[in-house]
């Protein structure tokens, strides 16, 4: 956020450098020295003073400088909506005649000392009864008595020692499907418990020493074992049933199905020989596979809890804003009953809810939650203010020109086109093998019948029912999660984001991979202009800059950069996402935007290494400005890489880096330029018509659509907390470098995933023969079945380990 | 030999006890999260710090 470091050496330069005892920043100029420590600022010593007051000093002496900066103040008044009884009512969760319960993220927690104070959070408010922190999810529990302090005064309390929580739009929607679900961890209790239990009862049917034992006690030993089984036969064991009974629906076959087949064969057989006292069953294999499954599943399960993949705009929305009545008072509002016309009040970090006119005030909107751009942008009054940018600086007054439903992110948003149509994806790998499987064991369980029915009618049950169990895919069950599991904590490893563990197998099998040019190939921040054409005098100048400062595009920021002047008043002002811009000034036209949006032959762009922009005023174009693009580290490599994949580049702006590109890409490579979002979505919806698999690569809100749609769509991002598009993965953009690495790794996985499944196939036939053959004593088999499992789950964890340190990642 | 009956009996109670105390102990939620605890721990107890159990989610 700031550049510490300059003043860090400046500082140095005059004394020692000091550093704040709240927050750890380096002071400025003149440190404020109070109670023999220094600190930065204002904010920090009336936090230090707070606590020290309340006897909670510990807080440094947990951590060195914990604190969170005060630099900014908090306006405490913005929270008025808070006292509002239906923003209340939707954020608590408990409420009875005493005491409330709601949860709040926190994003600004970083180390034990946040939890110690935001723990002893009742000692600064008696009012609140407990605060509990998960620090993983970044979230704190309170538990508050209304009779005595307000959810405001908490909420304030918290902003005030630097813990603001992030309430947002989303909170109060009534979406509150956060629950934890957490039936795997209760299946896999029970059928350890019952495994376990199992086991030590089957043991006197392995040893010789205990026959005596197992003759008189056989049948009661069999019967219980097969109490202990129901639990996990209906319950533990249920989702494999239900998916296959599913996939049978749909008329598929899914991995489920082979699995579920081998289990129902294991019980119903070993409750068959123990109702006709033949034999004691297989219950002990039984519910150890239910429950190394289960294992599997669990490990699946595990994601990034404080990532966010399905983010949509309503995350980023406050509750209320400030609305100015006529009387000139504030009054909080909730930013649904938004209207037009309302003047709205926004102070410094507060988010522009719905698109305004700016009344008073100098306005510097940072865009980064739009465009992805982190300097923030001058407005001047009169300016339209476009919906999703945040105020820095001074407060200022906006009337509101659209509602928020109307404005032009939340359509971008709602657009149906955007949304994925959310079919499942059958075709995994797992499923594929799934599906073989199926019918391999069927024959041969059908053959086994066919030869012995004739013959031997006790023989052919127990062959067919034999060959179901043995050809049980449990260890491409077991091997797929654990193998995903581990590439998704290796990917972590390296910034890397994905979603959920499906995501592996996508990346697999992508052929064709799809770049967003603006912001994902090229740096955003590193582009050079350059002025090409008749010299433009001062006021021309200024009034180009007048309409560029409109413009959200990375392409118009980087020129007002260049341009020098006020910005004056623009009216009409337009832009046409991909061509470019118009507006009127002063009553003269200007138009900015590509070549063939202002109609200029293509001949006359004869530099086709560069992005020109070019100007017209009053319909006389002046000239051009170049961009030279700045191509991110590592490109290169990463498309060499990927040579064996079709590659193709969908661009927002004009084809004039198409030369460049060729040469990077390879003749090969589908260009496409001049695309509009819906382009965008509908180039990788053709190509996925085509039987592609897709894998879209884009930052920004141009390329939400086309994320959605394809197979795989990864977001690109600076900063992993800040706002990307819904995705299946998130990239930090300092890794973009492996990329290819990446995609690379994810082919080995299945191949792993492969090699484990023969390992264990290679180890079932040959325990299978010897056993027939009654060369196993059963003790050896006893021990053997839970080591395969096992040494399935260790050969995956292990291969992927190994192949991970190969790659470099 | 009827000490079998009862020892195993006892000891399926036993650990059924277990499997109850650890289902209590997930729906109480103290295995939502692995971490907080781990630190919270190490810290000074100044004070009788009011702790009760974790809000249990209205199921």
């Known amino acids: 956020m700031y550049n510490f470091k300059e003043i860090e050496m400046e500082t140095a330069l005059q004394t020692n450098i000091q550093t704040c005892y709240h927050c750890g920043d380096s002071c400025n100029d003149q440190p404020i020295v109070a109670h023999e420590k220094v600190f930065c600022c204002d904010g920090c010593k009336t936090v230090y003073e707070l606590l020290e007051e309340n006897n909670l000093c510990t807080y440094y002496s947990l951590e060195q400088n914990p604190g969170i900066t005060g630099k900014q103040p908090v306006a405490e008044s913005r929270f008025a909506y808070l006292d509002d009884a239906g923003v209340e009512a939707q954020l608590i969760s408990f409420r009875n005649d005493s005491i409330c319960k709601l949860t709040f993220y926190i994003p600004q927690m970083h180390c034990s000392s946040c939890i110690w104070l935001l723990e002893n959070l009742f000692k600064l408010n008696p009012g609140v009864a407990e605060t509990t922190v998960n620090f993983l999810r970044k979230e704190v529990a309170i538990t508050y008595f209304h009779q005595r302090t307000t959810l405001r005064e908490v909420v304030q309390l918290l902003a005030r020692i630097g813990y603001e929580p992030a309430i947002t739009l989303a909170d109060t929607d009534g979406k509150k499907t956060k629950t934890q679900d957490r039936s795997i961890i209760y299946k896999l209790g029970i059928a350890g418990f019952c495994f376990g239990n199992v086991m030590l009862l089957a043991f006197p049917d392995y040893l010789a020493v205990t026959d005596s034992l197992q003759r008189s006690f056989g049948a009661f030993f069999a019967y219980l074992s097969l109490i202990l089984s129901i639990p996990v036969f209906l319950y533990s064991a249920r989702g494999f049933f239900t998916s296959a009974i599913e996939g049978i629906k749909q008329r598929m076959v899914n991995i489920d199905l082979p699995i579920a087949m081998g289990l129902l064969a294991l019980f119903c057989v070993s409750l068959y020989q123990i109702f006709t006292a033949t034999g004691p069953g297989y219950l002990d294999s039984f519910t150890g596979l239910v429950f190394f499954m289960l294992i599997g599943k669990y490990f699946q399960q595990k994601t990034y809890d404080t990532l966010s993949f399905d983010r949509d705009y309503t995350s980023y929305f406050p509750v209320s804003v400030t609305v100015l009545k006529e009387n000139g008072e504030e009054e909080s509002v909730a930013v649904r009953n938004l209207k037009v016309g309302d003047r709205i009040r926004l102070r410094n970090q507060e988010l522009i809810p719905a698109d305004a006119i700016l009344l008073r005030g100098s306005a510097m909107i940072d865009y980064s939650f739009v465009s992805g751009e982190s300097d923030p942008v001058e407005k001047v009054v009169g300016e339209v203010i476009y919906a999703g940018g945040r105020q820095v600086g001074e407060s200022v007054e906006l009337e509101v020109v659209k509602e928020v439903s109307q404005g032009y992110l939340t359509q971008l948003w709602n657009d149906s086109v955007f949304s994925k149509n959310e079919e499942k994806s059958v075709g995994t790998y797992a499923n594929v093998a799934g599906k073989w499987f199926i019918i391999v064991t069927l024959i041969v369980a059908a053959g086994a019948l066919v030869y012995w029915v004739p013959r031997d009618m006790d023989m052919a049950m127990k062959a067919f029912t034999s060959v179901l169990i043995i050809a049980c895919p449990c260890a491409l069950s077991l091997a797929t999660p654990f193998v995903h599991g581990h590439t998704l904590r290796v990917f972590g490893k390296n910034k890397f984001y994905l979603k959920n563990t499906a995501v592996v197998e996508t990346l697999a099998k992508i052929d064709t991979v799809v770049f967003d040019k603006t912001g994902t190939l090229t740096e955003p921040s590193a582009a050079e202009v350059s002025y090409t054409g008749k010299a433009l005098t001062p006021e021309q100048e200024r009034t180009i800059l007048s309409v560029l400062r409109h413009s959200t595009h990375p392409l118009s920021q980087r020129i007002s950069q260049d341009l020098k002047g006020e910005p004056l008043e623009v009216h009409n002002f337009q832009e046409f996402a991909g061509k470019g811009l118009s507006g009127e000034v002063n009553g003269q036209l200007v138009r900015v935007g590509s070549a063939a949006y202002l109609g200029v032959p293509v001949e006359k762009a004869k530099d086709a290494l560069k992005t020109t922009v070019y100007v017209s005023l009053d319909g006389v174009v002046l000239g051009y400005y170049t961009f030279f693009n700045v191509y991110r580290h590592g490109l290169k490599e990463i498309l060499h890489d990927l040579n064996d994949k079709k590659i193709a580049v969908l661009s927002g702006d004009n084809n004039h880096e198409e030369v460049r590109l060729k040469e990077l890409l390879g003749e090969e490579a589908e260009l496409s330029f001049n695309q509009s979002p819906v382009q965008k979505l509908e180039y990788i919806q053709s190509l996925k018509e085509q039987h592609h698999q897709v894998l879209m690569v884009g930052d920004g809100l141009n390329d939400a659509g086309a994320l959605k749609q394809s197979d795989a769509g990864i977001a690109l991002t600076n900063s992993i907390t800040n706002f990307s598009p819904s995705c299946d993965a998130i990239l930090d953009a300092t890794a973009f470098d492996k990329l290819s690495k990446f995609l690379s790794f994810s082919r080995k996985t299945m191949n792993i995933i492969l090699a484990t499944f023969a390992v264990s196939l290679v180890y079932n036939v040959i325990g299978l023969t010897l056993a027939v053959q009654g060369l196993f004593s059963p003790i050896v088999s006893a021990i053997l079945m839970p080591i395969s499992s096992l040494s399935v789950i260790v050969f995956a964890t292990l291969s992927v380990k190994i192949a991970a340190k190969r790659a470099g990642l | ?59």
């Open chain 2, 1 to 59: 030999m009827f000490i079998i009956f009862l020892l195993i009996g006892i000891s399926v109670t036993v650990a059924g006890l277990f499997l109850g105390a650890f289902l209590w102990a997930v729906r109480s939620g103290q295995y939502d999260d692995d971490y907080t605890p781990a630190v919270r721990m190490l810290f000074e107890n100044e004070g009788t710090a009011v702790k009760s159990k974790p809000a249990p989610d209205k199921v």
